[in-house]
């Protein structure tokens, strides 16, 4: 995928000046050599961490180095005002992971004391005001210590992302769909930059990309990735138009930042104007690694690259929609799959789900547009029940007054045919009934949620809890049993 960041991670071991050096760097050896066999690569500083100058040095070697993700190993106790200098400098995120001890037979000269060592390094962040990454349990083997640094990059590779992460958006919310608005205070607060444009502008782009010799090229794409579901081949020059004027956009707008998401304008004059709706387009740049929401969906745009960027895989945004049918319930998922009806849902938009995340698809027009407005005009969607599986169901939001607030909740994608239109699948969530009414009623959350193929829920909490989503705020599908603040004891 395209636009993506790679993490380069560096591991620096730190000694406490009263410990010897050479047990926190053999320790280290032996951490390094455990990732490399089982994970891959990983950057050993050869410098050893015991005042300040080391730190300034070992700073200096990671950096020539080109890493930009940090991991500060207590081999022993560690210094604890240089090794949080270390994560204060360093330019990109950081974790803090600890030794275990190796053997009762050496507690003497081969005791090191890191388990107590991470609680002065935490406290010592948390005095400069830092953010790391610290595992559930933060101290182990050799071998354990890599499997946390692996469950490191995921959140490394997000944090890194969100920080050189540039929102382009094109026209004001659609009327009656404030929900999608937000403030973008939060977004320069999480390091995001934003450029907000006219839809104006963006079709007067489109209008000078108007027989750009690379459309035959696009639509021959277009074509072999639709295959039979070609239901509308008079559309497609328009649709490489529009993406090739998207592209552009992008690689011409991207400015100091290295990545891009698009919130992008999909109605209500769109169609007329364009003659034609952008889901497909859109889906294809998001399979590309360019998210694109729909409905100017800022903080959707944003939810869906941290998404692809942690799962390395192309995500969706779709509609918390509509109920399941409690005759569709009996007959396909009771009995069968292990969820009560309020469990379920539909997940829908009306086309930019990637191809490959549909178990067929068909290039149709907006049933739902097409209402209101002539059919021609509302071709370009791509419609297809979504594959089942394992999914995330989550998304970052700003509130109205400015506050940060997440939610993460994962499920499957149950193998139940949805008899409907659009990009669509039959969603189930552990106690999602719940969720609906205590999260997503009771806080706010608009109507669009993002959608991660596959379980991803961990490594997501530590994105937002570092990104600086306070702990509260970070909901999630409680379990029966484990009330939410606002639920009525006596229901």
């Given amino acids: 995928m395209d636009n993506m960041p790679k993490e380069k991670i560096a591991i620096v071991a730190v000694s406490r000046d009263c410990f010897p050096m050479s047990l926190s760097e053999n320790r280290r050896k032996n951490v390094v050599k455990a990732y490399r066999e089982k994970y891959g690569e990983i950057y050993e500083c050869p410098v050893c961490v015991e005042n300040e100058g080391h730190m300034r040095q070992a700073l200096a070697d990671v950096e020539e180095a080109g890493c930009n993700a940090l991991v500060v190993y207590l081999g022993n106790f560690g210094p604890e005002s240089s090794e949080t200098l270390l994560v204060k400098e360093f330019s990109g995120p950081a974790m803090v992971v600890a030794a275990a001890e190796e053997t009762g037979d050496n507690l003497v000269q081969g005791r090191g004391d890191a388990y107590c060592g991470v609680l002065n390094?935490?406290?010592?962040?948390?005095?400069?005001?830092l953010d790391a990454y610290i595992p559930e349990y933060p101290v182990g083997t050799a071998a354990e210590c890599a499997d946390m640094i692996h469950e490191f990059a995921p959140v490394a590779r997000?944090?890194?992302?969100?920080?050189?992460?540039?929102?382009?958006?094109?026209?004001?919310?659609?009327?009656?769909?404030?929900?999608?608005?937000?403030?973008?205070?939060q977004l320069y607060n999480l390091g995001v930059e934003i450029e907000e444009n006219s839809e104006l502008d963006l079709f007067e782009s489109f209008n000078g990309h108007a027989g750009d010799g690379r459309i035959p090229g696009v639509v021959a794409e277009m074509e072999q990735e639709l295959g039979a579901g070609n239901r509308k081949p008079e559309i497609l020059a328009k649709l490489a138009q529009y993406e090739l004027t998207l592209t552009d956009w992008v690689e011409g707008h991207r400015g100091s930042r290295e990545f891009v998401a698009v919130a992008g304008k999909c109605w209500p004059a769109f169609q007329t104007q364009f003659?034609?709706?952008?889901?497909y387009v859109n889906?294809?740049?998001?399979?590309?690694?360019?998210?694109?929401?729909?409905e100017v969906d800022i903080y959707g745009a944003l939810s869906e690259f941290i998404g692809t960027v942690v799962s390395q895989d192309a995500v969706t945004l779709l509609d918390i929609n509509n109920s399941v049918p409690a005759d569709m319930y009996e007959d396909e998922i009771r009995g069968k799959h292990?969820?009560?009806?309020?469990?379920?849902?539909?997940?829908?938009?009306?086309?930019?789900?990637?191809?490959?995340?549909?178990?067929?698809?068909?290039m149709k027009h907006q049933l739902i547009m097409a209402r209101s407005l002539p059919e021609e005009v509302t071709q370009g969607t791509l419609e297809g029940d979504i594959v089942p599986g394992d999914i995330t169901f989550y998304r970052l939001q700003s509130t109205s007054d400015a506050q940060i607030r997440a939610y993460i909740a994962q499920g499957e994608v149950l193998p139940v045919a949805t008899r409907s239109f659009g990009g669509i699948g039959v969603f189930a969530i552990p106690e999602m009934g719940r969720f609906y009414r205590h999260v997503l009623i009771e806080k706010n959350y608009p109507h669009h949620g993002a959608v991660a193929f596959g379980h991803f829920g961990k490594a997501l909490y530590e994105v937002f809890r570092y990104l600086g989503v306070?702990?509260?705020?970070?909901?999630?599908?409680?379990p029966a049993g484990m009330m939410y603040p606002t639920e009525n004891p006596f229901a």
């Fill in 121 to 129: 390094a935490s406290y010592n962040l948390k005095l400069r005001n």
């Fill in 158 to 185: 997000a944090i890194i992302g969100v920080r050189n992460l540039k929102v382009i958006s094109f026209g004001p919310r659609p009327q009656d769909f404030l929900a999608c608005n937000a403030p973008i205070k």
């Fill in 275 to 279: 003659g034609f709706v952008p889901c």
């Fill in 283 to 294: 889906s294809r740049l998001t399979q590309k690694g360019i998210p694109v929401s729909c």
């Fill in 338 to 362: 292990g969820y009560t009806l309020k469990d379920t849902f539909m997940g829908f938009h009306c086309g930019n789900t990637a191809s490959g995340k549909l178990s067929s698809c068909e």
């Fill in 470 to 478: 306070p702990a509260g705020e970070i909901d999630f599908n409680r």
